[in-house]
């Protein structure tokens, strides 16, 4: 069964950082898409950053100059490195995976997903 476990999260003021990490088992196929995700409650999933099969990554507008996405394939691993993070980055933070060609931050093309880990930014 595929499993996606997040981790790294955690409480920072302002303009600090922090590195998210997701390490993936199960999963067999070679052709996938991984990101990360972000959601507050009574809001919309938000898609941050993809990575396909290739390395080729899609960055939400928000987050873009701020947060880079890698992949370490050895140990299964996807991080996400967020810096200067403001208050509105505040949000449950979530790992998915799917079957996908090309590139999207569509959460609805994502098939596997994480439990998600807490970012809380304080002024």
């Known amino acids: 069964q595929v499993q996606l476990v997040e981790s790294g999260g955690g409480s920072v003021q302002a303009g600090g950082s922090l590195r998210l990490s997701c390490v993936v088992s199960?999963?067999?196929?070679?052709?996938?898409?991984m990101g990360w995700f972000r959601q507050v409650p009574g809001t919309e999933r938000e898609g941050l950053a993809t990575?396909?099969?290739?390395?080729?990554?899609t960055y939400a507008e928000s987050v873009k100059g701020r947060f880079t996405l890698s992949k370490d394939n050895a140990k299964n691993t996807l991080y996400l490195q967020m810096n200067s993070l403001k208050p509105e980055d505040t949000a449950m933070y979530y790992c998915?995976?799917?079957?996908?060609?090309?590139?999207?931050?569509?959460?609805?093309?994502?098939?596997?997903w994480g439990q998600g880990t807490q970012v809380t930014v304080s002024p």
């Open positions: 998915a995976l799917g079957r996908i060609v090309g590139t999207t931050l569509a959460p609805r093309s994502f098939t596997y």
């Open positions: 990575i396909d099969d290739y390395g080729r990554t």
């Open positions: 199960g999963y067999t196929y070679s052709m996938y898409a």
